[in-house]
């Protein structure tokens, strides 16, 4: 089978085509992982450590190779895809040296004599299922903390992400990674679930939609296995007040436009206070008009096509629906390809699909409101809970905003703003766990209580 296909999607043209595992070469991953986890997890934490560092240092040397895969693979703008290799480096030497920290036991008080720890030990074999949009970070955020605790990897990636997957795995094999610890796979679905009710494998982990989300967990659950899920989003960008409107609009039109607006964690509904309003929309749809499309190669191309051409093809269809429904289109709207315009909708109300879908592309829909108490409601009433921006003059009604968001992030007058040690993750249909920072190393460990009596 050719499954796994990389389409350039700027171009349309197909590239290259990798057949799927078979059955005999999934069940060989799956001893050797198992088999490389009783010596991995037996290996110091410090030569743990210091292979997933030199991970780290082979992202960077060998940064311009990993950006072009992934322009190639799904389209992103060759500045952006080079910051993505740069940001899992980040990710992954963090990891390497926080080793200590996420492995080190945690003293316990108690109220009798001795002492009592909890001890963090690895699971075993951990299945990745991740997605397209950011096929290096997402890997570096989940391989990175669970290879340093001592679990091994299998991952399997994206169809359409073949070669960058194989430039990853080839990086942790030169970096010394015993064989079986971390082993790439190109599945199909049904192998997939295979894998997921393996007696061998301990925990499983996925970005993706919430249909992926809920067909694996389905699956965990009925094996009584560890999931962990990222999944979709529709962020509020929340503004109230600001000094800087123009400021708070760049802001905006950055938090949506982000690869080419397929970040689940990107700001997707805009929700304005009406003093604001007007002026708002004009400037903001100002910028997200002024977004230069093009070929992802090309210097100063910010927007480049969807992933393919599928991708594409769903979001006209749901900006189609919406204006049929009655949303008012204010710019953008267009598909060449698998290319689609900048795009700014109003009128959105409660009774059309478009409320509550998530739009992964460079669509941003625009929202009036009277003040703070419509606004919090507006930014809860979504199925999603995964980040949020909150842009406000008055600190303390950002502390209150904060506090009543339902989501499992709150960024304050910033965006763009992840860094390793903060967790990302989020609530509701966004998913149920967390990754990077400290937080990301405590989802597939075994918090092993240690009591010493007197």
Same mark, same amino acid.
């Given at each position: 089978? *050719?499954?796994?296909?990389?389409?350039?999607?700027?171009?349309?043209?197909?590239?290259?085509?990798?057949? *799927?595992?078979?059955?005999?070469?999934?069940?060989?991953?799956?001893?050797?992982?198992?088999?490389?986890?009783?010596?991995?997890?037996?290996?110091?934490?410090?030569?743990?450590?210091?292979?997933?560092?030199?991970?780290?240092?082979?992202?960077?040397?060998?940064?311009?190779?990993?950006?072009?895969?992934?322009?190639?693979?799904?389209?992103?703008?060759?500045?952006?895809? !080079?910051?993505?290799?740069?940001?899992?480096?980040?990710? *992954?030497?963090?990891?390497?040296?926080?080793?200590?920290?996420?492995?080190?036991?945690?003293?316990?008080?108690?109220?009798?004599?001795?002492?009592?720890?909890?001890?963090?030990?690895?699971?075993?074999?951990l299945l990745g299922?991740?997605?397209?949009?950011?096929?290096?970070?997402?890997?570096?955020?989940?391989?990175?903390?669970?290879?340093?605790?001592?679990?091994? #990897?299998?991952?399997?990636?994206?169809?359409? $992400?073949?070669?960058?997957?194989?430039?990853?795995?080839?990086?942790?094999?030169?970096?010394? #990674?015993?064989?079986?610890?971390?082993?790439?796979?190109?599945?199909?679905?049904?192998?997939?679930?295979?894998?997921?009710?393996?007696?061998?494998?301990?925990?499983?982990?996925?970005?993706?939609?919430?249909?992926?989300?809920?067909?694996?967990?389905?699956?965990?659950?009925?094996?009584?296995?560890?999931?962990?899920?990222?999944?979709?989003?529709?962020?509020?960008?929340?503004?109230?007040?600001?000094?800087?409107?123009?400021?708070?609009?760049?802001?905006?039109?950055?938090?949506?436009?982000?690869?080419?607006?397929?970040? $689940?964690?990107?700001?997707?509904?805009?929700?304005?206070?009406?003093?604001?309003?007007?002026?708002?929309?004009?400037?903001?749809?100002?910028?997200?008009?002024?977004?230069?499309?093009?070929?992802?190669?090309?210097?100063?191309?910010?927007?480049?096509?969807?992933?393919?051409?599928?991708?594409?093809?769903?979001?006209?269809?749901?900006?189609?629906?919406?204006?049929?429904?009655?949303?008012?289109?204010?710019?953008?709207g267009k598909r060449?390809?698998?290319?689609?315009?900048?795009?700014?909708?109003?009128?959105?109300?409660?009774?059309?699909?478009?409320?509550?879908?998530?739009?992964?592309?460079?669509?941003?829909?625009?929202?009036?409101?009277?003040?703070?108490? !419509?606004?919090?409601?507006?930014?809860?009433?979504?199925?999603?809970?995964?980040?949020?921006?909150?842009? *406000?003059?008055?600190?303390?009604?950002?502390?209150?905003?904060?506090?009543? #968001?339902?989501?499992?992030?709150?960024y304050v007058n910033?965006?763009?703003?992840?860094?390793?040690?903060?967790?990302?993750?989020?609530?509701?249909?966004?998913?149920?766990?967390?990754?990077?920072?400290?937080?990301?190393?405590?989802?597939?460990?075994?918090?092993?209580?240690?009591?010493?009596?007197?």
């Amino acid at each position: 089978m *050719t499954d796994y296909t990389v389409v350039n999607p700027a171009t349309g043209e197909t590239l290259a085509s990798y057949p *799927t595992n078979t059955d005999a070469e999934v069940q060989d991953a799956l001893a050797a992982a198992h088999a490389a986890f009783q010596d991995w997890r037996g290996k110091p934490v410090a030569e743990r450590a210091e292979i997933v560092r030199r991970v780290a240092q082979l992202h960077r040397e060998r940064r311009d190779e990993l950006a072009a895969i992934i322009a190639r693979e799904m389209g992103k703008p060759l500045a952006d895809a !080079e910051g993505e290799v740069d940001f899992a480096a980040d990710i *992954t030497e963090y990891y390497a040296d926080h080793a200590d920290k996420i492995t080190g036991d945690q003293p316990v008080d108690i109220l009798g004599e001795g002492t009592a720890v909890i001890r963090r030990s690895p699971l075993g074999v951990l299945l990745g299922i991740m997605p397209w949009n950011y096929p290096y970070y997402q890997v570096a955020r989940f391989a990175a903390p669970n290879l340093v605790i001592g679990n091994t #990897i299998l991952l399997k990636h994206a169809p359409q $992400c073949p070669e960058s997957a194989a430039a990853i795995e080839k990086i942790y094999r030169d970096a010394g #990674i015993p064989d079986g610890a971390y082993v790439g796979l190109r599945l199909t679905n049904d192998q997939a679930a295979v894998v997921v009710a393996d007696p061998r494998v301990q925990g499983v982990s996925v970005t993706g939609s919430e249909r992926a989300g809920a067909a694996v967990a389905e699956i965990a659950g009925r094996n009584l296995k560890k999931v962990a899920l990222e999944l979709g989003g529709s962020d509020p960008f929340i503004l109230l007040s600001t000094d800087d409107l123009d400021a708070a609009v760049e802001s905006a039109v950055n938090a949506r436009l982000d690869n080419t607006g397929q970040a $689940c964690n990107a700001a997707k509904r805009f929700i304005v206070s009406e003093d604001l309003y007007d002026e708002f929309l004009a400037k903001f749809t100002a910028g997200m008009t002024a977004a230069r499309t093009g070929d992802p190669f090309a210097e100063g191309t910010r927007l480049g096509p969807l992933s393919s051409l599928a991708a594409a093809e769903r979001l006209d269809e749901q900006v189609q629906r919406a204006v049929a429904q009655g949303a008012t289109l204010v710019a953008g709207g267009k598909r060449d390809g698998a290319f689609f315009e900048s795009t700014v909708l109003t009128g959105v109300t409660k009774d059309m699909d478009a409320y509550r879908e998530e739009f992964f592309g460079p669509v941003g829909v625009v929202y009036k409101v009277s003040g703070e108490n !419509e606004a919090v409601a507006l930014a809860n009433d979504t199925p999603f809970g995964l980040g949020s921006y909150v842009f *406000t003059t008055d600190t303390e009604q950002a502390a209150r905003i904060a506090d009543k #968001i339902d989501a499992g992030m709150v960024y304050v007058n910033i965006v763009q703003a992840d860094e390793p040690g903060l967790p990302f993750g989020g609530v509701k249909r966004s998913g149920t766990s967390r990754e990077m920072g400290l937080l990301a190393a405590d989802e597939f460990v075994n918090k092993k209580l240690i009591r010493v009596g007197p």
